[in-house]
């Protein structure tokens, strides 16, 4: 049964993927040796090249994998309308990467070979045999997969360099945001109580809506004698939490239905309610905890605040750089006739 108008708070309601992890990136030639070598890649791969940096059909197949809904399932169930733009966004997330890595040659930033064989064998290991590698690579060659790989390790070098390295968040400004947005940080009334719903078809006869009434009447003049309530849950409710007690976890005033939750707010812990008349039929229903809304304290959101405006900065510095690069480099589309 639906009693929540949101999700509770805590409650008993609570390409393949090897191979996507795969298109992470490419090249054992250069640990810095020099400029990308296209010559892993056939002329007719060329799908769009940002400076040196090559962006290829394989890699536009890649990422697309890594874009369409994995609930697609095979891709005979997507339109070709959401297929071309999984494609143009592929596109768009090697083409911004492009921008880093080229970003990375022109700053001579080096991926050294213990970091990049580190992240290959990461990898590379989680295959019994050459041949299950090779297989899972599919029309990548391993050379390929390796240009790929180093590509990824600079452009996240890259990143690391131009702005997280860039990101400072002092103590004083994060009890400063504390302090000037003190409404946001507070917890909502909360509880958590136990329900007995006994379901009613709005189509039942009259006379088996009486009965169902009665039955609902006694089991709530049991538990309101003291009566198990865990007991009286499993053996009447038609509510799944039957299997633990009724109990539906803790939640924020607003989460319920109306109907339970303007009772729950007025009753002490341990006092039960009922039969409440509600869409489902009636529910018998008992407050086990409850919480009053108050102020959270700064030592127990310092750490969301400074994630929160360390995540602003990120994206700030981040949009800020990626802008300068596309100025700086330009963007080459190799259309196919």
């Known amino acids: 049964m639906i009693f929540f108008t949101k999700a509770p708070i805590n409650g008993v309601f609570e390409m393949n993927c090897i191979q996507k992890t795969l298109f992470l990136s490419i090249a054992l030639l250069c640990f810095g040796f020099g400029p990308f070598s296209s010559s892993v890649w056939a002329k ?42 999984a494609r143009q ?47 899972a690579l599919g029309s990548e060659s391993p050379d390929q997969f390796q240009e790929a790989l180093r590509r990824e390790l600079l452009a996240k070098k890259a990143q690391e360099k131009a702005v997280e390295e860039k990101i400072r968040v002092t103590p004083v400004e994060v009890l400063s ?29 009259p006379e088996k809506k009486e009965a ?4 609902a009447e006694d089991v709530a003049a049991k538990a309101k004698k003291g009566e198990d309530y865990f007991n009286l849950a499993y053996y009447n409710s038609d509510d799944r939490t039957r299997f633990v007690g009724g109990d539906i976890g803790y939640m924020h005033q607003g989460q319920l239905i109306p109907e339970l939750e303007e009772h729950l707010l007025k009753m002490t812990v341990g006092e039960v309610k009922g039969p409440i008349s509600t869409d489902y039929g009636y529910t018998i229903i008992k407050l086990t905890e409850s ?14 605040i400074r994630k929160r405006i360390e995540d602003e900065r990120r994206k700030a510095l981040f949009d800020t750089w990626m802008q300068a690069l596309k100025l700086k480099y330009p963007v080459r589309h190799f259309d196919k006739d």
């Open 291 to 304: 919480q009053e809304a108050r102020q959270l304290a700064f030592e127990e959101v310092q750490d969301n």
């Open 89 to 135: 966004k592929a596109l768009d997330n090697l083409i911004e990467r492009a921008y880093m890595v080229q970003h990375s040659l022109d700053e001579q930033i080096k991926i050294d070979k213990k970091e990049f064989d580190q992240a290959y064998h990461s990898i590379r290991d989680k295959f019994k045999s050459n041949d299950e590698f090779k297989k």
């Open 177 to 205: 945001a504390y302090e000037e947005n003190r409404n946001m940080y507070t917890r909502p009334k909360s509880f958590r109580a136990s329900l007995i719903l006994i379901n009613v078809d709005p189509a039942a006869l």
């Open 44 to 85: 007719d791969d060329l799908v769009a090249k940002v400076g040196q940096v090559p962006i290829t059909a394989p890699e536009v197949m890649r990422e697309s994998e890594k874009v369409l809904p994995r609930s697609a399932g095979f891709h005979g169930s997507l339109s070709e309308e959401r297929l071309q733009a």
């Open 212 to 215: 169902l009434q009665k039955k």
